[in-house]
């Protein structure tokens, strides 16, 4: 059993199947093929059920991916850290849409003036996304909003950030205190579905047995303001995303009658990552970034 071996394994549980993996891997179909096969041989144990001429991963399939994978990273890091040893190093970053927009591009540019000799690649998408790439050591880290339950990926609450109501400036609700009643029925603008800022909402809005109609759903903040701003519907979003829209006037806040939307965000990275001085120090980097955002706000 080699390493060839398990990333063979590892390409066949990511596509599906034996001609995919092929595919992706640049090599002939049988010998992926014949590769599964010495890998059961190997173990004893069958890794895949072959129904229907399709693959469908066993248990004991399931435990050997999650071990196969951790020895990719581990191998991976090895060969990053040994062929870069006299280089100044690169990172590679990992955000959701709404730290993505609001607070890692500065804390980018704050870290490009400290420290110009590494390269930074930023990848920003939804936080279900950004872990599964965190787990196939994609990313070295990342910053996203929500907790995380994998017990490969480490975490550490990094800030608190609350959600606004916003509506249009002629809303009738812009400026006002609204019982939660008052929102039954509501047209509602949101983040895409996979978003925790919008499973946040809904659950408060489905708690209380709100009914509500989403009418518009975007990854991009630009677009919710936007919408909201030509009265389209009601929103509830991050304040970092809303604050210049609300001082421009352009949308006005509503407040819902005991009721504080918080979620916190964290730094994430795999359990099994190691974490070299840059970034370490970006991590310290944001962190310290943090309370300055903090201090300008209040």
């Given amino acids: 059993m080699t390493l060839r071996h398990i990333k063979i394994f590892i390409a066949v549980c990511d596509t599906g199947s034996t001609t995919a993996a092929a595919k992706e891997l640049y090599i002939a179909q049988p010998a992926v093929s014949f590769a599964i096969a010495e890998l059961e041989h190997y173990y004893g144990q069958k890794l895949f059920d072959r129904i229907s001429n399709r693959l469908r991963i066993t248990e004991a399939g399931r435990r050997f991916l999650e071990y196969s994978r951790q020895i990719v990273i581990l191998f991976d890091e090895m060969e990053f850290e040994i062929k870069n040893w006299d280089s100044l190093g690169s990172l590679r970053i990992g955000s959701n849409v709404t730290i993505g927009n609001n607070f890692l591009p500065q804390c980018v540019k704050a870290f490009h003036n400290s420290c110009p000799g590494i390269e930074i690649e930023v990848t920003v998408d939804n936080s279900a996304r950004i872990e599964q790439l965190i787990l196939n050591s994609k990313l070295d880290f990342a910053l996203i909003e929500g907790p995380v339950f994998n017990h490969f990926i480490k975490s550490e609450l990094f800030m608190d950030n609350s959600l606004v109501f916003i ?33 946040l909402l809904t659950e408060l809005l489905q708690m209380n047995k709100i009914r509500f109609r989403t009418v518009w759903q975007s990854v991009s903040y630009q677009a919710i303001l936007k919408a909201v701003e030509k009265n389209l519907g009601i929103a509830a979003i991050s304040y970092q995303a809303a604050k210049e829209y609300l001082a421009a006037g352009k949308v006005a806040q509503f407040y819902v009658k005991g009721v504080e939307l918080k979620r916190e965000f964290y730094i994430i990275y795999h359990q099994n990552k190691f974490l070299n001085k840059p970034a370490k120090d970006f991590m310290a980097l944001c962190f310290k970034m943090k309370e300055l955002d903090r201090e300008e706000n209040e």
Wanted: hydrophobic share 35%; aromatic share 10%.
């Fill in 167 to 199: 509506c249009a400036g002629e809303h009738p609700w812009a400026g006002s205190v609204i019982e939660m009643e008052q929102m039954d029925d509501c047209s509602f603008i949101m983040r895409e579905r996979d978003s925790f800022e919008r499973k």
